[in-house]
């Protein structure tokens, strides 16, 4: 991924009244839950993980979606104590859509 020139990140923080660009990053399509954020000087201010370990087997889909589901809301919470910011400083959300479980965006709402 290219990264803004400074023109780009000068235009964005005068049209956030001087703040940085801050982006949180959810992701879960597979085993891993992650939920991530980045500031827009390149930063990363968080990364939380939380791994869906299935008793025996691979990858359960329904299990691990439903693991995601319950442990999002402290994922986030973690996230957002360890970027050392409010939620209300958050820009922009980002997601992944796949390849990998089915409808992860459902499992992380």
């Known amino acids: 991924m290219k990264a803004a020139d400074g023109a780009t990140l000068r235009l964005v923080r005068k049209a956030l009244g001087g703040r940085r660009l801050l982006c949180m990053g959810l992701e879960g399509t597979a085993h891993t839950l992650g939920v991530g954020v980045a500031?827009?000087?390149?930063e990363i201010l968080a990364n939380i993980r939380d791994e869906y370990v299935p008793a025996e087997g691979g990858i359960h889909p329904r299990e691990a979606a439903q693991h995601?589901?319950?442990a999002v809301k402290q994922a986030i919470t973690s996230a957002i104590s360890e970027a050392?910011?409010?939620?209300?400083?958050v820009n922009l959300v980002a997601f992944s859509q796949g390849p990998g479980l089915a409808k992860p965006p459902k499992a992380l709402a």
């Open 39 to 42: 500031s827009s000087e390149g």
């Open 68 to 70: 995601h589901s319950n």
């Open 84 to 89: 050392g910011i409010k939620i209300s400083e």
